[in-house]
DNA sequence: AACCGCCTCCGCCGTGCGGGGGAGAGCTGT
DNA sequence: ACAGCTCTCCCCCGCACGGCGGAGGCGGTT
């Protein structure tokens, strides 16, 4: 526990803001508060400079936002920092987009003290607890509601289109049996007629094919 | 601080688990396991008898599995607990249904032990901190939009990004290496990383991640 | 009744896949 | 000179996958 300090740098355009965080933080003495930043672009450079463990960004900020600077510093650094976003509404829209660029998480700023504290120390040295990467494919998950009738479509079963859906979010055979409530030899003489009648040569280019004939579609 | 205990009910199939899940929470002085269930019918009695603060609900489970389970501690109880799912892999396309039910995180079963008590302690006494119920409306407000480069994408190397396109037209290694001009060993390799690096399981959870995050896109 | 499609499950079996190591060559930046 | 990364290739091993054939039940159609 009394190893390196969890380097932080704070991004807000508001200078109270990043007082009030670092008077928080500097009373901890696992965290260390390793640079400031007031403008996204500013953001980008001291964090590529500092190469802190963790930065607190604001969403909104002059000249680059919150989202595009978190996505800079993902894409251009080879061990980027966890990058926490901050904001003041719950239901701030951008938030939704801190997640998709792949950010680690977000505090609102009315948030406690201590769970604030927590929260950089949570993602500091966790890599994958709460709401990882998966959350970022959220979006994407449930925009599928646009049936578009493949032409091999109409030849699947009910219950074959059941476990092609299902194959196609990364279940296993065991996996689909347990979410159809039948054995797993059922789930392989289903899969057995969806390779037959797809023409596909195994699950994975079932897979594609659903896909590309948008049976099931992306975000 | 000193008040009463996080009560926890732990959740999954395998006694194993559950064991290592209690030894870890007991050693905790302010986390107490208040109960068991082996399936997921016993998880929703047994939450409903004991009413804990949290529920450590691992998603594979005979009878229900953890997301209906989830389901119906939600729907049924007026206030029910936290509950965080307990799953393998980070990719599992469970998580995401997870999520769209009203889950209040997860945790993976890799993770450290002070890992999964920050996660009790988090959820247990948080309801605006990380992920906060505003990712549940993702599902349904934030349906479309374009996901932008995947965070995993710049970490790919130029040979691992060949090589999941190739993957992602539904080709079996020993055709990807004819097709790269290298051996199938190599491939293996690189098949390897791109799953690493992806966090999937298998290939087709690696081309389902490919299609998800636009890497490449159907058509 | 006879037929047929669908769903359910049971074996056996070969193999491609993925995890776990390790290792050498080349290239870059310090 | 050295560390670090990438690309290349090797081994062993366990297992899920997919191909094969077979079987019983159930509900419609003819």
Redesign the pocket.
């Known amino acids: 526990m009394t190893g390196t300090p969890i380097r932080v740098v704070l991004a807000d355009d508001e200078r109270m803001v990043r007082t009030a965080l670092r008077v928080i933080l500097d009373a901890e003495p696992d965290v260390e508060v390793a640079g400031e930043a007031s403008t996204g672009a500013e953001a980008v450079s001291v964090v590529r400079e500092v190469r802190p463990d963790v930065v607190l960004m604001d969403v909104r900020m002059p000249e680059i936002d919150g989202i595009r600077a978190t996505e800079q510093i993902l894409a251009t650094m080879?061990r980027p920092p966890r990058i926490v976003v901050v904001t003041t509404f719950e239901n701030d829209a951008y938030v939704y987009d801190a997640l998709r660029v792949g950010a680690a998480g977000f505090v609102l700023k009315r948030s406690a003290a201590d769970e604030l504290v927590s929260a950089v120390r949570l993602v500091a040295r966790s890599d994958s607890l709460l709401y990882p990467a998966a959350v970022r494919g959220l979006a994407a998950e449930h925009a599928r509601r646009r049936p578009a009738a493949p032409p091999w479509a109409a030849r699947l079963?009910?219950?074959?289109a059941d476990v092609l859906r299902l194959m196609a979010t990364g279940l296993?055979?065991?996996e689909i049996?347990g979410r159809?409530g039948?054995?797993?030899?059922?789930v392989?003489?289903?899969?057995?007629?969806v390779?037959?009648k797809t023409g596909a040569?195994?699950?994975?280019q079932?897979v594609i094919a659903a896909y590309e004939s948008g049976f099931i579609t992306p975000g």
């Open positions: 080879e079963t009910d219950r074959e296993a055979n065991a049996a159809l039948v054995g797993p030899a059922t392989k003489t289903h899969v057995a007629a390779l037959a040569r195994d699950r994975t079932a």
